[in-house]
């Protein structure tokens, strides 16, 4: 009795871990995208195409849209997504990134909910970001420890505070601390050390592949 409740409890557990296709996408062009799934080789796929069970509904030199799962998945040039089958998600997998024409790894990411572009800054000892991507992810910034920064012009005062939830693909990464800059500055989300730390990176040409630590 107990040994057949752990097979089909085994069998489960095996579904829920195929149950899940990770996309990520490359390069975009007008009718087609080049795009790499579950960690394979970057590959072409045209408008009504279909591979390994991801089909290219539309694309264009800004984003492409696919039907993954049975599920409409719309994403930009560098942005990776997870999509889970019914079985339910597989959590904290391995990220690809791509880098772009200057060498760059960016992409989309997601803090508190709010979906923003990222740079991968190594460089920076915690992530950066302005004031508007912090109001646009609800953060209370203004309510952290104000602390000088260095920038082009000088030392000015930033924000230290602590984002709740920050999601690069299928991995999520709680309490990261975050310096928010007053205005524009910087343009996108710069992915430092303090979220990096977490993360064990390993490059190979232009990919670099994230997994979490812990």
Avoid: C
Avoid at 26 to 44: E, H, M, R, T
Avoid at 140 to 161: C, F, Q, R, S
Wanted: hydrophobic fraction near 40%; avoid cysteine.
């Amino acid at each position: 009795m107990y040994r057949l409740l752990f097979v089909l409890l085994a069998t489960f557990l095996a579904g829920q871990a195929t149950a899940e296709t990770r996309l990520n996408v490359v390069g975009l062009f007008s009718g087609k995208a080049l795009v790499s799934i579950n960690g394979s080789a970057p590959q072409s796929i045209g408008v009504g195409q279909t591979k390994n069970g991801v089909k290219l509904i539309s694309a264009d030199s800004e984003s492409a849209t696919f039907m993954v799962e049975g599920k409409r998945q719309t994403l930009r040039m560098g942005q990776a997504a997870s999509v889970a089958g019914s079985a339910g998600p597989v959590t904290n997998d391995p990220v690809s990134l791509y880098a772009d024409s200057r060498g760059h790894f960016t992409g989309n990411l997601s803090i508190n909910g709010a979906s923003l572009k990222y740079l991968v800054d190594t460089g920076a000892s915690t992530v950066a970001m302005n004031s508007g991507d912090a109001k646009f992810a609800k953060i209370d910034y203004e309510k952290g420890e104000k602390v000088p920064v260095n920038t082009a012009n000088g030392i000015v005062m930033a924000y230290l505070v602590k984002v709740n939830t920050l999601k690069i693909g299928t991995i999520t990464l709680n309490n990261v601390e975050t310096i928010v800059n007053e205005g524009g500055s910087p343009a996108m989300v710069l992915l430092g050390m303090s979220a990096l730390n977490k993360l064990d990176m390993k490059r190979d040409n232009s990919i670099m592949t994230l997994t979490k630590k812990y």
